[in-house]
């Protein structure tokens, strides 16, 4: 004989999985992956988002968020990483205009930096591909309108120094000391060549660049040169 159902059951109906007292599932969790998980923190829409909260929404254990996210830190970082890829995404870089080019992308990596100290350590501990693309336009722009690796290069540093220096006094101004404190950095060049790295085609003008001097990595001699050869550049003939 076949195994009996139990009574009020419909035998053509697998049984649902046991439900706790709090009212989540006990059975086979849902596959998850790290892009679910950024999005359900994203419906959070700004409220304070705990690894907690969001395997509730998630209706996984909490070790299943902690399986692809340290902590409620690592997960401001993803969240601000996306945030600013989505800001960076909307800034248009002129490419044949190479004044224009560097207003727009000083400006843009300023109001990146005020916005929050998630999005400034994004930029200065692990710049994606989201942040790299306006740098990328810039250096396209100054090398079309005619400019050597060297002085594109340079003037990239020069506008990652105004964007960082602005910043850094508008953190001051208001008070925001840990903000501050961390715009004392630079981005780190090494992850920028390793985004360059993982998509060489799609950063053209940046390898032509590290071919040449790596942008960021200059001292005190290196950076009165550009600034001599740059003044100079200005002088009428």
Do not use: C
């Not at 009212?23 to 304070?48: V, Y």
């Not at 968020?65 to 409620?72: E, H, L, N």
């Not at 300023?110 to 336009?137: F, H, M, N, T, W």
């Not at 250096?139 to 594109?152: H, K, N």
Request: hydrophobic fraction near 45%; aromatic fraction near 6%.
């Amino acid at each position: 004989m076949g195994r009996q159902s139990p009574p009020g059951s419909d035998p053509g109906v697998e049984p649902a999985a046991k439900v706790g007292a709090a009212g989540s599932r006990r059975g086979r969790p849902p596959k998850l992956d790290l892009a679910q998980i950024i999005e359900a923190a994203e419906a959070f829409d700004g409220e304070p988002v705990t690894i907690t909260a969001l395997a509730e929404r998630l209706g996984v254990a909490r070790n299943a968020i902690s399986y692809y996210v340290k902590g409620r830190n690592d997960l401001e970082m993803l969240l601000a990483e996306r945030r600013l890829a989505a800001r960076l995404e909307r800034l248009s870089v002129p490419a044949h205009d190479w004044r224009a080019a560097v207003l727009a992308v000083t400006r843009g990596l300023y109001q990146a930096l005020i916005d929050s100290p998630y999005l400034a350590r994004v930029v200065i501990d692990s710049p994606g591909a989201g942040v790299v693309r306006p740098a990328e336009e810039l250096l396209q722009a100054l090398l079309r309108a005619g400019f050597s690796e060297r002085v594109a290069g340079g003037t990239l540093g020069l506008v990652a120094d105004l964007a960082f220096a602005a910043a850094r006094r508008h953190a001051i101004t208001d008070d925001l000391a840990s903000t501050a404190d961390s715009l004392t950095r630079q981005p780190n060049v090494a992850a920028v060549q390793r985004v360059i790295e993982d998509a060489p085609a799609a950063f053209p003008a940046f390898r032509r660049v590290f071919a040449t001097s790596l942008t960021w990595d200059r001292n005190l001699d290196d950076e009165i040169a550009f600034l001599i050869e740059l003044l100079e550049s200005t002088l009428p003939r």
